[in-house]
C-alpha cells in the first residue's frame, strides 16, 4: 500500500497548528526514496544540483535538461512528500509564458506536485502566470544564488530587510503557497513569518519559520567543498564512502577480493565440460 501523500493543505494545516514543517533537496533516485522515507513533508529538486552534485561553480550553470532529467529520477523515488521542482536560470526570467511552459514541463514530464523559483524583478508577474495555470508555486526571497552579487545575509539595514518584506508579501499576493527565506536574520523571518499567511520555509533564517530546509549532502558531510554556517552536519558520509572505496582497492589489490564468497563454482559433475572449451573455428 502506498503511503498517503503530502498535500499543499497538509501544510498549511501543519503550520496552522504550530508544527514545523521538513523540506530537504534530493537528486536521484536512491537519495530521493530516503529523504522519503525519513518522513519529510516536502522534497525540492534544487538547482543546488549544479554544485553539490554535478560539480559546477553556480547554480545559473544547469538548465531545463539537467533539472528535468535529474526531477524525473527523484519523481521515481517519491511516494509521500510533496515534490517541487527549482525552475533553473532563464528558464522563468523572460516572458511569462515561456515561464509558464517550462513550469508546465517540471508537471507534466517530470511529475511534480509544484515549482520553485526566485525573486527578480518581474516574479510577481511570473509567479501568477504559472499560478493561474493551476500550477502551485514556492517564492525564494532574501539570498537569491541564481543573481546574488555576494552570497552573505541579506536584510540587515533597513532598506533591505523592507525590499525583502515587500517581496515577500508581493509572492504572497500574486498566488504563491509559500515561500523560501534563505540567509536573513532571525528577526526578520519572524516579522515576515508573523505577517504573511502563506507558508516559510527557512534556511539560514532561524528558528521562527514555519519549516526549515536544507541541502541535503550539507546536512550528511557529502559535499566537502564549502560548508554554510546554517547546515547542521548529521553526518560525514563522504569520510565514511572514501574509507569504503579504500578499502575495496586495497581488498582487489591484496587478492582478497573477490572471496568464494562473493563468487560463483561449477558443479562438480560439470567440472569435466572445461576439457571441451576449445571453440571450434568460425564460433
Ligand atoms: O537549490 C536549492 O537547493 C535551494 C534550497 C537551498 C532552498 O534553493
Redesign the pocket.
Known sequence: MSPEKVTIQDLIQKKSQGQKIT?L?AYDYPFARLVDQAGVDIV?V????AN?VLGLES?TDVGMFEMLHHTKAVRRGVQRALLIG?MPYESYQQRPEDAVANARRFVEEAGCDAV?L?WFDQCVDVARAIVQVGIPVMG?VGLT?QTAEKFRVQGRDLESARAIMRHARALEACGCFSI?L?CVPVELAQCITDDLKIIT?G?GAGPECDGQ???TPDLLGLYDRFQPRFAKRYANIGADVLESLKRYCADVSGGEFPSSEHSFYLPDDQIDMLDQLELEEGE
Open positions: 523540506m533537496t525540492l534544487g538547482d543546488s544540483l553539490v547554480t527549482d520553485k526566485e525564494h544564488p523560501v534563505e520555509i534556511i530546509v536544507l541541502v
